[in-house]
């Protein structure tokens, strides 16, 4: 017999779900407390889905109750009686026909929650609803399609691998309803196939032609929604077949660039990701190219802002008017890691160049969200085209320009601003793709971009400062093209250039719009690490107007403005050590520093900064270093100190955020970096002592921990190694443990950084490493061959400095191993730049060769190359390769004609030039 509700609770139940409904804030509030004592009730699931399916009720009374079940659902599926769960089943499949579509929906949300933790569990339910479809109300159809949409996006993955195969049925079956009379359901059952295409699943490869054209079919279809459905279908065909396309290509393209001109910015912001993922794909790239006239004012167009986009982006930009706190994006902290510079061409904008830091920057895509318009964070059909345009650029280069410039000179010009805007992002889009091509034009553009830097129309004032970020370059290094420029001609150039950018950028910093405050400060970043030592010559300037925006930004803004401060500390470096310098810029971060609470997220992107300027003012910072660095070690403590509380009582308390952490162990290293052995009387008088901290900090579980804790104890082995030393017993052998040959377990940034600390430590530690070495150099060494696993060239240079470090204090210990790791030792170390870590580590190769010179002997050529690449050579190691070198020499005797000749004639030549070999 079925279960029957008692009158005097359903009636009171009824009562609380209209109050539950009230516009009356209180009356709500009232209810849902109500609601939480009806869980004593054992059938009160059983109640609502009464309630849900009864159709002489208020309809926004019933979806009241679905909703409350639903929740109820999700929380305590596993804990309710099954004979509840069957009559709920039973209640919901029965309700999926109702005429009010609220209640169909929450009736397909109970079901989807039902099914979606176990579908296996729940058959009957999907076999239920594939009959339903095929009923002839329509009203069914489109209920059961609801749920089934649902059930296909949560479930994917179970039904995908279910065995018993349903899929094999379900994809065929949903096939026959793209031709549907109701759109709802027509969309339904595209948006359920998509759903298993996008997880590639056997069932849609297996029928992948019917799928595509039934998609063709329905190109003409009067709805939006189901032409947004094919569109984001044929995309996702595209990505994964695409051969199942080309025989429509014509018919496709054509659709697609419709589409993207619909008046419905959904359905053009799903059609424009196919032009997005046609590009993405190079063997596609004969395909696209005959489109690509048609392609591009599309994609011009769909640039433009929108009137609903200029209303969002236009309110809340004065200067004066406080940031709201929902506003303002989580930041997290990015923990340092050590890496070595390299002489190769500049590094990309974004690309660190400084100190110790992260090796894995991506400047190949462009992205809007951190360059050009954060706080517009939302992916727009604005975003997605300017993206497309980039990717196309980058896939056809110069060749784009033929069909691109005409439209762009067009659009630069415009009298409308929003055109004007649209063209210059457009250029900035292109930057990176079509650099040669563009070059002919960028002594007219240039000029013309920092002139717009005054336009009265903030937008337009913001997307240059980005774009003139995409070109900057150019402008401090025009490069070989059509020629090398010689000094007169580079300082010609710069003057007419970039002193003019630069001073176009410090006046978008005083701006009173906070989006081109935004936008000219992180332009002015990228400046500053491309121009570096050019900055020198104005760095008062560039000091006043940073400095004096400390006390106009709102919050958000303060962030970028700490970027481009600590920025410009990296680009300069000592430089920055003047006195009045230091005038300038100390007094308004010190005023932020005692202004922020231990608290504040906000401290985070400010002890950053920190972190480059101690390291830029070396002793300059001196002054400013006991309260910086004691608060430093209390930002530590305290945060170890609320963790052991909360590991004892995690229900009570919430759990700490370790970032506070990382940012002052990662400022206390820079200050190590800066003040080098001045930095003593801070780790000697201190309380808490920082070693004793670090001990703790090394085994943190979290790797951001561990990461930062290894870069100051490294830094600390140079500066303060006499502290250091009584507790390497405690130390190395937790470091020894995080140069794992599979660095994926504990954090590539992680093993990196104690590979690195390691080396300092041998340094300093000299003979007393040998106990250590036999453990150590097996793991140096499988890093070295093959990065752990990994792709970080960072890693595998560390690595190799480290060897050579060891080599150096241990010969006898390391040189055995010589022709193990000598050849990728030389080619890991060949191209980075030449300083003091770089001769350490040749210093120890040659005293490893001095030891074993057979080691060498296999692969003397790959050790010619590594030496004959050294630019700035002391005297004393160019010395030391003299020796080793006539030693060689003078070992083969009549032989070594023919060694020589072996050797690539550039080599050959710099041999002779530099040791008379």
Not at 897 to 917: C, D, H, S
């Amino acid at each position: 017999m079925e279960w029957q509700p008692e009158t005097q609770n359903s009636e009171q139940l009824l009562q609380i779900l209209r109050a539950a409904t009230s516009l009356d804030n209180q009356l709500q509030h009232r209810a849902y407390q109500q609601l939480n004592s009806f869980n004593k009730l054992g059938d009160y699931n059983n109640y609502l889905a009464y309630i849900l399916a009864h159709p002489q009720l208020p309809a926004q009374t019933r979806a009241m109750g679905g909703m409350v079940l639903k929740a109820n659902l999700n929380s305590y599926l596993e804990q309710i009686d099954g004979s509840i769960v069957q009559y709920v089943k039973n209640k919901a499949l029965q309700t999926l026909g109702d005429s009010e579509v609220a209640v169909r929906t929450a009736a397909g949300s109970i079901l989807t929650t039902i099914v979606s933790k176990d579908v296996h569990k729940y058959p009957d339910v999907l076999q239920t609803l594939m009959q339903m479809i095929d009923k002839p109300e329509t009203v069914v159809v489109e209920g059961a399609f609801s749920a089934l949409e649902k059930i296909c996006e949560d479930s994917t993955t179970q039904l995908d691998r279910d065995p018993s195969q349903p899929l094999n049925f379900m994809i065929p079956k949903f096939l026959h309803f793209f031709n549907h009379d109701s759109p709802k359901v027509r969309a339904a059952a595209i948006h359920c196939v998509h759903q298993f295409a996008t997880a590639t699943s056997a069932a849609v490869q297996a029928n992948i032609d019917a799928y595509v054209q039934a998609l063709y079919r329905c190109t003409n279809d009067s709805s939006t929604e189901v032409r947004k459905y094919v569109c984001q279908a044929l995309v996702c065909v595209l990505e994964i077949r695409p051969e199942a396309l080309m025989d429509q290509l014509d018919n496709v393209v054509s659709f697609m660039l419709y589409c993207t001109d619909s008046a419905d910015e959904s359905v053009a912001l799903e059609a424009c990701e196919f032009w997005l993922a046609f590009a993405e794909q190079p063997f596609l790239r004969d395909h696209l190219e005959p489109y690509l006239a048609r392609i591009v004012p599309v994609l011009i167009k769909g640039m433009v802002y929108t009137p609903d986009d200029i209303i969002e982006l236009t309110g809340m930009e004065d200067t004066t008017v406080p940031d709201k706190e929902e506003d303002l994006k989580p930041r997290h902290h990015k923990a340092q890691t050590h890496s070595q510079k390299h002489d190769a061409p500049a590094a990309p904008t974004g690309a660190a160049t400084n100190g110790a830091h992260d090796d894995d920057d991506d400047d190949s895509d462009f992205d809007e969200d951190d360059d050009e318009e954060d706080t517009y964070s939302k992916w727009s059909l604005r975003k997605c085209s300017a993206a497309a345009l980039d990717v196309i650029a980058t896939v056809f280069g110069d060749e784009l320009l033929l069909h691109l410039l005409p439209k762009l000179k067009e659009e630069l010009f415009h009298q409308d601003w929003e055109h004007r805007e649209c063209g210059i992002l457009a250029l900035g889009a292109i930057a990176e793709g079509c650099p040669t091509g563009m070059y002919p034009h960028l002594p007219q553009l240039i000029p013309h971009l920092i002139q717009t830097l005054k336009d009265p129309q903030p937008l337009v004032r913001a997307i240059t400062c980005w774009t003139l970020s995409r070109y900057v370059r150019w402008v401090v290094y025009p490069g070989p093209i059509p020629a090398p420029m010689n000094e007169a001609e580079l300082a010609h150039h710069r003057r007419t250039y970039f002193n003019p950018l630069l001073e176009g950028l410090l006046s978008t910093i005083q701006d009173n719009n906070k989006r081109v405050q935004e936008a000219g400060c992180s332009a002015l970043a990228s400046v500053e690490e491309e121009a570096v030592d050019q900055l020198v010559p104005f760095l008062g300037p560039i000091l006043q107007h940073l400095t004096h925006a400390f006390s106009k930004y709102q919050r958000k803004n303060l962030l970028i403005l700490y970027d481009a401060v600590g920025t410009l500390a990296e680009a300069v470096g000592p430089e920055l050590n003047k006195a009045e310098h230091i005038e300038l810029l100390m007094p308004p971060l010190i005023k932020k520093w005692n202004e922020l609470p231990d608290d504040s997220k906000d401290i985070f992107p400010l002890l950053e900064c920190m972190s480059s300027v101690a390291t830029a003012l070396g002793p300059g910072f001196m002054p400013f270093a006991p309260n910086v660095w004691d608060r430093c070690l209390r930002l530590v403590s305290h945060t170890l100190q609320q963790l052991t509380a909360y590991q004892q009582h995690p229900d009570q308390l919430d759990e700490p955020d370790k970032d506070f952490m990382v940012v002052a162990l990662d400022l206390m290293s820079g200050m190590a970096q800066g003040l080098n052995t001045a930095v003593e009387p801070l780790v000697v008088n201190s309380q808490p002592n920082v070693l004793s901290l670090l001990m703790i900090c090394i085994k943190d579980p979290t790797p951001e921990v561990r990461q930062s804790a290894y870069a100051l104890l490294g830094d600390l082995a140079i500066s303060a190694f006499e502290h250091v030393r009584p507790h390497l017993n405690v130390f190395l052998p937790d470091l020894i443990s995080q140069i794992d040959d599979k660095p994926a377990s504990v954090g590539v940034s992680v093993t990196n950084n104690a590979t690195w600390a390691v080396g300092e430590i041998a340094l300093k530690y000299e003979g007393e490493i040998a106990p250590w070495v036999d453990n150590l150099l097996p793991r140096l060494i499988t890093l070295l061959q093959n990065g752990g696993g990994t792709a970080s060239a960072t890693l595998k240079e560390n690595a190799a400095i480290t060897i050579g470090r060891l080599g150096g204090v241990v010969p006898d210990k390391v040189a055995p191993h010589l022709e193990i790791f000598i050849q990728p030792w030389c080619e890991t170390l060949r191209d980075i730049r030449d300083n003091l870590e770089k001769e350490s580590a040749f210093r120890g190769l040659v005293k490893m060769v001095e030891v074993k010179p057979t080691g060498v002997a296999q692969h003397f050529g790959y050790f010619c190359d590594a030496i004959v690449r050294w630019k700035r050579i002391s005297p004393e190691l160019n010395e030391m390769f003299r020796n080793v070198l006539t030693y060689f020499k003078n070992g083969w005797g009549q032989q070594w004609p023919g060694v020589m000749a072996k050797l690539p004639p550039q080599v050959q030549e710099e041999l002779r030039r530099r040791y008379a070999l």
